[in-house]
């Protein structure tokens, strides 16, 4: 088992969807938790962090659930730009090695 | 203001070939990654820094070799290429946090270096 897996996806959505990515995490002394865009042969791009008490940005929504070990990305009102690959990264403590990212889940919004 | 800048952006190498890819940053972050991604995969961590001088391995370290002589460059070299090592890589430096955690202490990455061994 992956110690970070994702929704295999791809998701072909339309215009104004709502989305939803899920990510679990085997190792429950995780700490940190992002998720990250990724385009098209582009470098990783820092979309949010995932706090404790769930945050949003925009029509961006994160939330973590400690007890069932995953994290979401809720995507409201989706837009043709939100096409890309989302990446789940889990930090698992103050040693910079312990991170792993998932394999992505693809989004594609069409008109 | 820079950030991460790799070079090269593509390289062909042949068999047997080596080559030092260089990663620098402004950011004046203490930690320092090299990541490869093949296709339809996630990042995978193949060695780290947590400061000049000091290097580690990450989960893929077999075939490369790291060096960390200034806190602004981190280099990934390979001695030996072969065919398996043909992959996109990524640079990335991030910082601690006021705990000295990663808490909230995201990466930031270079453009990537395009290597393809044949």
């Known amino acids: 088992r992956k110690e970070v897996e994702q929704d295999p996806g791809p998701f072909n959505v339309p215009e104004g969807a709502t989305v939803a990515f899920n990510c679990t995490y085997s190792n429950s002394a995780s700490q940190s938790f992002f998720w990250y865009r990724q385009d098209c042969r582009k470098e990783p791009k820092l979309l949010m962090s995932?706090?404790?008490s769930g945050n949003e940005d925009g029509r961006f929504t994160a939330q973590l659930n400690r007890a069932s070990q995953y994290i979401s990305l809720l995507i409201r009102d989706s837009k043709l730009s939100d096409s890309a690959t989302y990446l789940c990264?889990?930090?698992?403590?103050?040693?910079?090695?312990?991170?792993?990212f998932g394999d992505g889940t693809t989004l594609t919004v069409k008109p | 203001n820079a950030g991460v800048t790799q070079t090269p952006k593509f390289r062909v190498l042949k068999t047997g070939q080596s080559m030092t890819l260089l990663c620098a940053q402004d950011?004046?972050?203490?930690?320092m990654y090299w990541y490869r991604q093949d296709p339809g995969m996630g990042l995978r961590l193949i060695h780290y820094?947590?400061?000049?001088?000091?290097?580690a391995k990450g989960e893929v370290p077999d075939g490369y070799n790291v060096s960390r002589l200034k806190k602004q460059n981190f280099l990934l070299g390979l001695e030996s290429a072969a065919p398996s090592q043909t992959s996109v890589y990524f640079c990335a430096s991030s910082y601690p946090s006021a705990t000295g955690g990663f808490e909230n202490s995201p990466l930031h990455f270079g453009n990537g270096t395009r290597l393809t061994v044949t």
């Open positions: 950011m004046n972050h203490e930690y």
């Open positions: 820094s947590v400061g000049e001088g000091t290097t």
């Open positions: 995932v706090y404790s």
């Open positions: 990264v889990v930090w698992g403590g103050t040693n910079a090695g312990k991170s792993t």
